[in-house]
């Protein structure tokens, strides 16, 4: 005899699982690929050049200068390309955390700039501001996690 909760069960755990899976590949068709090219841009003398050019702007947020690679797809990509970035960097618990911060408020620039437009509200004054208050977040918590 099946009684109405095992079969609710048996859904909500199918579903579940389904859109787990769904979520799981959506993350891996973005992280994969961005991993294995910066994997493989490291191995290039154009990442070490960038990187060092990059270091002393880096070196005010406590960030390693491949931070920057990270910056930029954080902004412009999404977060999931820029722990991809950050994975393949193996940076310390310190710049990960600085990081987070900074692209936890400051992110996917492009596709929310599209949609705050369609929102009709101030895009750029709206990125602007995110841009600072993580980059300024980020910066805080740098100066906090030295201490």
Same mark, same amino acid.
């Given at each position: 005899m099946t009684t109405i909760a095992a079969v609710t069960w048996r859904a909500v755990t199918r579903r579940g699982l389904a859109n787990g899976w769904s979520t799981y590949w959506t993350l891996m068709r973005v992280m994969v690929p961005v991993y294995i090219g910066v994997s493989l841009l490291q191995r290039t003398?154009?990442?070490?050049? *960038? /990187?060092?050019?990059?270091? +002393? !702007?880096?070196?005010l947020w406590h960030l390693p200068?491949? !931070? !920057? &690679?990270? *910056?930029?797809? =954080? $902004?412009? @990509?999404? &977060?999931?390309?820029? #722990? /991809? @970035?950050?994975? /393949?960097? $193996?940076?310390? +618990? *310190?710049? @990960?955390? #600085? /990081?987070? @911060?900074? &692209? =936890? #408020?400051?992110?996917? $620039?492009?596709?929310? =700039?599209a949609i705050?437009?369609? *929102?009709?509200?101030p895009a750029l004054a709206l990125i602007g501001m995110r841009i600072t208050v993580g980059w300024s977040l980020g910066w805080v918590v740098a100066q906090l996690m030295n201490l």
């Open positions: 003398p154009a990442f070490q050049f *960038m /990187a060092d050019r990059f270091a +002393p !702007a880096m070196s200068g491949d !931070a !920057a &690679l990270a *910056m930029v797809v =954080g $902004h412009c @990509v999404n &977060l999931y390309a820029a #722990v /991809a @970035v950050i994975a /393949a960097g $193996h940076w310390d +618990p *310190m710049a @990960v955390t #600085v /990081a987070g @911060v900074i &692209l =936890g #408020v400051s992110h996917n $620039h492009f596709v929310e =700039g705050l437009r369609q *929102m009709r509200a």
